[in-house]
């Protein structure tokens, strides 16, 4: 069977599995051109996720305090009419906008990941503003390009550099590094964190945190103050050309080197040499999770264009359009959006009387638990958790569904980063209802018998595919089709690349990308991805969580800290204690823990210490990077 791991990754690997003697085994689709037959450690272990003693097997009603993790069980036709009875209640008292439906990262099918949406849109209810993730660059890219759709990995075959910038590709790209190497590219890192891409790479760029954009404008000054840029390509399709070699000119190269900690000579080497190699950038998500992400994607991004390498940056791929699956033209009142970063502040106020989650766990993802945990537990809004796990959140609920797996269900899914859209077949049927049949079940119970809200899956795909002009037949034999590259504009208000942005003026910003310092008090706290998990998936079922406080030795001196030591780490958000790990791979004055594992496992996670400040210039994006902490040795 044709199956694909539905992780929030960049890979979306296409994989082959078998289901024998009540066992399922997986391996990589050899043929797929991208993840070419190999499965990343996480992949292959999907079994062990999938046969996990720990799942879900029955609907459960809580008849404890909430979080206390005191359930009952139940039968699904009790929880579905006791889930649509507490709606209908909710709606008529409260209106329609008091019911809220919080989804995110958990499985990227696109039926699985939208259908339920469908339901809530013909319910006029509130939906999230999906800000957690990747929007600061998406706003950036939009102001520079009108478009954060960049380069098709593909075409890196024909290409000598490649630079990470701000992205730990060994780990979160597995397969995307393993194709610039199949194909002979040369590798940069630009990261704070001497990461185990960084060491698989020909030249590391150690940055100190939030400075790139300096570090992106000085290459810019030096590419263009040398004339080695591309004169005819930024004739004819830049906009602001000008101006902005005049703001460049201004910088002061001792400046940037004192900030950023790179040296003049490297950051001339890295100037010279892109220029004559025309590298592609693959910008991170990870890095512009800060203050100042959407301000270094912006200058970031203006480094290919002044090379003449068209969309010579990657960052999303957005082949097809999905839309169907979601069906927004089932509301009837328009969309009430509420910022995915401000779900505690929501709920404090008392207007989300419902909340229903599926497909996230933001009681491990969303940064500053203390609050968000107080705030549920003191309001007396009604929340149901669809998971395939007990997890923090679902734990907090007052009624919890178990979900299945994309084992268990037909589906189909892109990327983000490839141009391929892939087939998931259902290899057998173990526990829990897939995202659509609860839907299903509901809008059964609440009476609605509108056709789109009992659409099979099967209807839902084979009417996407028409849309994009895919081929139903060639996706069932391969696996996998490919989504045909279209010409594409830039789509600016000037139809140029925006060196001078006028949409970033809209907002009230410069229309040069600008340095701000920032600098905290104490030491920033980095929380990056870990190999072996997808945000808070996998801790619990592949045994590996990695809880260490990592930081370098003259920082730990300083505080009398030795490796190994407990240490409490503290700041107006929250405390933890864990133990420290001396690393020189961590710069002076950073430290880091990795993100977002089950708190219920250790009693906390980096989310406890974490900022919930966002961007608003860049659509309220988050900024969990910008965090400070202080550490000392606990008692
Ligand atoms: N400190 C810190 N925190 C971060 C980040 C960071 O860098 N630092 N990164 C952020 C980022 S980039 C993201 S994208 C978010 C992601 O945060 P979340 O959206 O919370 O994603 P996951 O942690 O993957 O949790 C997904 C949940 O969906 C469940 N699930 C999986 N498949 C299915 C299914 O088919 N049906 C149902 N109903 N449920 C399913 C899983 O069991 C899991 O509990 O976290 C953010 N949190
Ligand atoms: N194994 C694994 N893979 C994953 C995930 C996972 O949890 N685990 N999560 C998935 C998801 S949801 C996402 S969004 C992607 C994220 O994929 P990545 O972008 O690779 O994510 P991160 O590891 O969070 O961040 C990348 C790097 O940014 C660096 N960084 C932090 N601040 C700065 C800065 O100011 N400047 C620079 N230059 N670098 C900085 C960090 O040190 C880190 O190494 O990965 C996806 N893939
Ligand atoms: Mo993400």
Known sequence: MFNVCMRDCYDTCSVISQFKNGTLTVRGNPNHPITQGLLCPKGALLPKWFHSEERLKSPLIRTGGRGEGKFRRADWSEVISLIAQKLKETIKKNGSESVLVYQYAGDRGVVNYSFPLRLFHYLNASFIDYAIC??????????????????????????????????????????????????????????????????????????????????????????????????????????????????????????????????????????????????????????????????????????????????????????????????????????????QMELAEHIESGEIKFLYIYNSNPLASLPNQNRLRKALKESDVFVVVHDIFLTDTALHAD??????????????????????????????????????????????????????????????????????????????????VKVPERQREYKTPSGRIEFYSQRATERGLNPFPEYK?????????????????ITSQYHNT???????????PKDAKERGIEDGDLVEVYNSKGSIKTRAKLSEDVPSGVVLLYKAFWPKLLGW?????????????????????????????AQ
């Open 134 to 339: 990747d929007r600061a660059g998406q706003e950036a890219l939009k102001d520079v390009y009108g478009s954060a759709v960049g380069f098709n990995p593909e075409d890196l075959k024909n290409q000598k550099l490649i630079v990470y910038w701000g992205i730990n590709a060994f780990w979160t790209n597995l397969h995307g590094f393993m194709l610039t190497k199949r194909y002979g590219l040369e590798k940069w890192v630009v990261d704070v964190v001497k990461t185990e891409t960084a060491k698989r790479s020909d030249k590391f760029f150690q940055i100190k945190p939030n400075t790139d954009v300096l570090f992106a404008l000085s290459i810019a000054k030096l590419i263009i103050e040398n004339e080695l840029y591309d004169k005819a390509f930024v004739e004819k399709n830049v906009y602001g050309f000008e101006e902005f070699k005049k703001y460049v000119s201004r910088l002061d190269l001792d400046f940037v080197s004192a900030e950023t900690g790179i040296s003049k000579h490297a950051i001339e080497e890295f100037a010279f040499n892109y220029a004559e190699k025309k590298g592609v950038i693959h910008i991170g998500y990870g890095f512009q999770r800060s203050l100042s992400g959407g301000e270094a994607v912006r200058a970031i991004s203006i480094l290919p264009a002044l090379v003449g390498h068209k969309f010579g940056f990657i960052y999303d791929m957005k082949t097809i359009d999905k839309s169907y699956a979601e069906g927004s033209f089932l509301r009837t009142k328009p969309i009430r959006r509420i910022p």
């Open 399 to 480: 009624i919890v569904l178990p979900a299945n797996t994309f084992f268990e269900r037909l589906d189909i899914a892109d990327s983000y980063y490839h141009p391929y859209v892939m087939l998931n077949e259902p290899v057998t049927k173990l526990y829990g209802k897939s995202n659509r049949e609860v839907t299903t079940l509901l809008a059964k119970a609440l009476e609605i018998d509108n056709p789109y809200l009992y659409e099979s899956e099967e209807q839902v795909i084979r009417k996407i595919l028409e849309q994009n002009g895919l081929s139903w037949e060639e996706l069932k034999e391969k696996g996998f």
């Open 517 to 533: 310092p920032l600098k905290g008090k104490g030491l920033q706290l980095l929380s990056p991805t870990h190999r072996m998990t």
């Open 542 to 552: 592949y045994g590996i969580i990695d809880p260490n406080l990592y930081i370098n």
């Open 605 to 633: 996670n980096v989310n406890f210490l974490t900022s919930d400040s966002t961007v608003e210039e860049y659509g309220k994006a988050s900024a969990y990077h910008s965090t400070w902490v202080e550490v000392r040795k």
